[in-house]
T-cell receptor, first 110, second 114 residues
Framework: KQEVTQIPAALSVPEGENLVLNCSFT??????LQWFRQDPGKGLTSLLL?????REQTSGRLNASLDKSSGRSTLYIAASQPGDSATYLCAVHDTDKLIFGTGTRLQVFP | DAGVTQSPTHLIKTRGQQVTLRCSPK?????VSWYQQALGQGPQFIFQ???????QRGNFPDRFSGHQFPNYSSELNVNALLLGDSALYLCASSSLGQGGEKLFFGSGTQLSVL
């Protein structure tokens, strides 16, 4: 049974820091891995999708990497801003459904 | 181009009642999935609909049922509501058959059961 874990559960940093959020999964047989952002009480915004054949994806200040053999993905956020404050969720695509971690709650203070 | 739309945004019910939530997928998408997100948790897969049939189901009781219409929109029905059904219900759309297609989520329906 696929399990997804995210650490840390919460993170509070000053503006301008570079951040690394971690995601691990137990079964390497995945189609892809997707990172989402969720603001309190809101839906999910897709940030990056990494296909199983890819190693990383980049969008602006965000970079996500995938290492299937070790069951790990990282989301790197460069030069963090207060507007980045949110919960970040990773999810592995298991056949026709997504299996989510419990998220990392990020607070960036000025 | 409208994204995934869900209605209503908020709903308050009492135990034992029934509720229906609605979802319209992103234009061009034919597959709708429903997820339940309890407070402080990641979303949990409920089921997926394609061609008006349930393709796959998560570990949810039969009180949770759904429907997909010819225009690809979908409904989630929950009968005999329990306090534990209080959660954010998320709808996601995608295009089946493209293996690893990105899922797009709606803003969710916040259900409170009193």
């Amino acid at each position: 049974k696929q399990e997804v874990t995210q650490i840390p559960a919460a993170l509070s940093v000053p503006e301008g820091e570079n951040l690394v959020l971690n995601c691990s999964f137990t079964d390497s047989a995945i189609y892809n891995l997707q990172w989402f952002r969720q603001d309190p009480g809101k839906g999910l915004t897709s940030l990056l999708l990494i296909q199983s054949s890819q190693r990383e994806q980049t969008s602006g200040r965000l970079n996500a990497s995938l290492d299937k053999s070790s069951g790990r993905s990282t989301l790197y956020i460069a030069a963090s801003q207060p507007g980045d404050s949110a919960t970040y969720l990773c999810a592995v695509h298991d056949t026709d459904k997504l299996i989510f971690g419990t998220g990392t709650r990020l607070q960036v203070f000025p | 181009d409208a994204g995934v739309t869900q209605s209503p945004t908020h709903l308050i019910k009492t135990r034992g009642q029934q509720v229906t939530l609605r979802c319209s997928p992103k234009s061009g998408h034919d597959t709708v999935s429903w997820y339940q997100q309890a407070l402080g948790q990641g979303p949990q897969f409920i089921f997926q609909y394609y061609e008006e049939e349930e393709r796959q189901r998560g570990n949810f009781p039969d009180r949770f049922s759904g429907h997909q219409f010819p225009n690809y929109s979908s409904e989630l029905n929950v009968n005999a509501l329990l306090l534990g059904d209080s959660a954010l219900y998320l709808c996601a759309s995608s295009s089946l058959g493209q293996g690893g297609e990105k899922l797009f989520f709606g803003s969710g329906t916040q259900l409170s059961v009193l």
